[in-house]
Structure formats: structure tokens, C-alpha cells
């Protein structure tokens, strides 16, 4: 199982056995009110109760093809690419993606 869920599950029975809320929170390294949350979820849904929500998350701000890209150009050695740079930072990263006409969000109005 992923760690997540079992992090999850750990919560829950800790929780059953009468540890409190904050109790069972500081244990797995949960807030109280997300260790509720998942409580809840788990009584009405025994085992499904363990996974994230379809849809769950911040969605993409850019295309497949730009993460791609991205990954590409950090496996690269900057000064292979015309920089005085041994590593990448974040912000000549940034602005070398910047310069690529790969770089428009993918956000698309429905």
C-alpha cells in the first residue's frame, strides 16, 4: 500500500483503540481536524475511505509537454547551454524556460 494510506490507516486505529484527536495527530504527524476528516470518511467507507477524492489537487498550470521539457533541461548541465553555471538554480532555470515558446499555461476556459 502507499505510505499515505497507511499513515491513514495507522490514524484510525489509533483512534480505535481511544487515543484522542490530538493524541492520535501528533503520533502519525497529522493535524486533529484531518485526522477527523479521514475518521468520518473511513465509518461511511470502510476500505475506499483510505484514497484521495477523484479531482483532489491543484490542477496543471502548464502542458505535458512543458514538464517534459523541464525535466530535459534540468538533467542538462547548464554550461552546455551557454551558461557559466556548474548547476541550475531556480531562477536561471525560470528564466530559460521562459524563453521557450513551450511555456504557455494550459488552463483552458471550458
Avoid at 479521514?38 to 479531482?55: A, Q, V, Y
Amino acid at each position: 500500500m502507499p505510505a499515505v494510506q497507511v499513515r491513514r490507516a495507522r490514524a484510525i486505529l489509533l483512534v480505535s483503540e481511544g487515543n484522542s484527536l490530538a493524541e492520535t495527530g501528533r503520533m502519525v504527524g497529522m493535524g486533529r481536524p484531518i485526522v477527523r476528516v479521514w475518521g468520518t470518511r473511513l465509518t461511511t467507507k470502510p476500505i475506499e475511505g483510505l484514497n484521495d477524492k477523484p479531482g483532489r489537487g491543484r490542477k496543471p498550470s502548464f502542458s505535458p509537454e512543458v514538464a517534459v521539457y523541464q525535466v530535459k533541461l534540468t538533467c542538462e548541465m547548464p554550461d552546455q547551454l551557454g551558461r557559466s553555471l556548474s548547476l541550475w538554480d531556480c531562477t536561471d532555470l525560470a528564466q530559460k524556460l521562459s524563453q521557450t515558446a513551450l511555456l504557455t499555461p494550459s488552463r483552458q476556459k471550458p
